[in-house]
């Protein structure tokens, strides 16, 4: 890959929309979402070969599942631990690396950008932009329609409630929820609940 994706993962400023090779990288991932979401749901070796396409075979972990339809806008740069559970509709703007732990259950229509954009518009116009990652630990569960953004870090044990936002670290075994997502409070492991 060339100059423009090295600056996408350095986490610099890039005009991705105006580079061949990032351009190609997305289009065939566009081209891969579409056509693993045709795949029918019981079709598990057809949907396999294709998710392994979408997110090569050392970025899924082992008993994973995914519910399609879902969006990738490269795929390459979207890890995922053993035991994870994607449900339907959810979208990761993978333009830096999004990783998950083991046994993460992400909730419907969950999405996870990492992309940021210029505040000032005539540098938005240009097409900048830039990336940061999304790190997620082991056996942390999203309700639905949760919105991570770029830079963000969710600690192991932790519940990220329906509907939030969030926009800052979260540490290990904490209730987050709300627009932007908030403690509620801790979580004893071993509590019935």
């Known amino acids: 890959m060339g100059k423009e994706f090295e600056k996408m993962m350095s986490g610099e400023w ?17 081209q891969t979402n579409f056509e693993l979401n045709q795949i029918s749901p019981v079709d598990k070796e057809k949907k396999q070969q294709w998710l392994e396409k979408l997110f090569t075979v050392d970025n ?8 399609t339809p879902v969006t990738v806008d490269y795929g390459i740069n979207t890890s995922f631990g053993k035991g994870c559970y994607i449900n339907h ?7 830096a690396p999004i990783s998950f732990g083991d046994h993460v259950f992400i909730g419907p229509s ?19 932009e830039r990336a940061f990652p999304i790190r997620v630990g082991d056996n942390v569960w999203f309700g639905g329609s949760v919105v991570v953004t770029p830079g963000v870090t969710i600690g192991s044990g932790s519940v990220i409630g329906a509907g939030s936002v969030v926009t800052h670290d979260v540490p290990e075994n904490v209730i987050v929820a709300g627009n932007p997502a908030r403690v509620i409070r801790p979580i004893d492991q071993g509590e019935e609940g």
Do not use: I
Request: charged share 25%.
């Open 14 to 30: 890039y005009v991705g929309s105006r580079d061949p090779e990032l351009k190609q990288c997305y289009q065939q991932a566009m």
């Open 60 to 67: 899924l972990g082992e008993e994973m599942e995914l519910l």
């Open 89 to 95: 509709h959810c979208y990761f703007l993978d333009c």
């Open 110 to 128: 969950c999405q996870f950008y990492t992309a940021d954009h210029p505040l000032d518009y005539p540098r938005r116009n240009q097409g900048m």
